[in-house]
């Protein structure tokens, strides 16, 4: 995500004509946007993406456990 806001911020001062950025070659400008490219690329195909979502839905249901332990008058389960 941040290089796509680093890529269209440069392409924005690149068209408004900015200095320096105005100065720069235009493959200067839009590399943000490829490095994004092989970011996506690597996190997707090294499994990435699936570990950052399967922790997310862990710690969903860990507090959902949690909350409904709380309800009963029990102490949350002890995670080591």
Do not use: N
């Amino acid at each position: 995500m941040y290089l796509l806001l680093l890529g269209l911020g440069l392409a924005l001062l690149k068209y408004l004509q900015i200095e320096p950025v105005a100065a720069w070659d235009w493959w200067w400008v839009l590399s943000p946007f490829g490095a994004a490219v092989l970011w996506w690329w690597w996190a997707d195909h090294f499994g990435y993406t699936k570990r950052q979502a399967s922790v997310k839905m862990d710690e969903r249901r860990r507090r959902r456990l949690d909350e409904g332990r709380r309800r009963l008058g029990l102490p949350p389960l002890d995670r080591r």
